[in-house]
T-cell receptor, first 113, second 116 residues
């Protein structure tokens, strides 16, 4: 089982709609969770991070974490064509293990006009 | 420059050749990471430095891969006797203080390696 699992997509949503991106993880002791956006041919850039159960909002983006169910999601409201990219879910492992980010394979989002 | 700089941006190597990829992190950033990203995949961890100390090299796929950061700033990833499966984008990332705080890694644009 992969440490971080994402549906590769593509996920296609119309402009103005809500895009919902999901990620599950295998290690219940994972500490912190991150969403990175990667445009084609470019490097990943951080969108949001979340540590605690519940929702965290930042502008059009909301990250949701449910540690009991071991999933984290990213909602993008009022989706724009410029949101079309690959969204990478990442996490840090349980305390005391290697200090690194482990990434999922990413979900490709297409926002259509 | 203000960001993480990597060179070369593109490298074509014949199978069996040695290659060296350079990373110049953001000035003052203590932590430096190397990741490998194959086409259509997420970045895979290779190795991590804190200053000049290589604290984790568990992701290096074989002893053909070697990384160093001798003065705690610029880092070099060396791949000996390249194989076709080494073809990927090699991403370097730096961070002011490891994964504490926001855990944000600042990535370079990557070095795309193609092994023929």
């Amino acid at each position: 089982q992969k440490e971080v699992e994402q549906n590769s997509g593509p996920l296609s949503v119309p402009e103005g709609a809500i895009a919902s991106l999901n990620c599950t993880y295998s290690d219940r002791g994972s500490q912190s969770f991150f969403w990175y956006r990667q445009y084609s041919g470019k490097s990943p850039e951080l969108i949001m991070f979340i540590y605690s159960n519940g929702d965290k909002e930042d502008g059009r983006f909301t990250a949701q974490l449910n540690k009991a169910s071991q999933y984290v999601s990213l909602l993008i409201r009022d989706s724009q064509p410029s949101d079309s990219a690959t969204y990478l879910c990442a996490l840090t492992p349980r305390a005391g293990t290697a200090s690194k980010l482990t990434f999922g394979t990413g979900t490709r989002l297409q926002v259509t006009l | 420059g203000a960001g993480v700089s990597q060179s070369p941006r593109y490298k074509v190597a014949k199978r069996g050749q040695d290659v060296a990829l350079r990373c110049d992190p953001i000035s003052g950033h203590v932590s430096l990471f190397w990741y490998q990203q194959a086409l259509g995949q997420g970045p895979e961890f290779l190795t991590y430095f804190q200053n000049e100390a290589q604290l984790d090299k568990s992701g290096l796929p074989s002893d053909r891969f070697f990384a160093e950061r001798p003065e705690g700033s610029v880092s070099t990833l060396k791949i000996q006797r390249t194989q076709q499966e080494d073809s990927a984008v090699y991403l370097c990332a730096s961070s002011p203080s490891g994964l504490a705080g926001t855990g944000e890694l600042f990535f370079g644009e990557g070095s795309r390696l193609t092994v023929l």
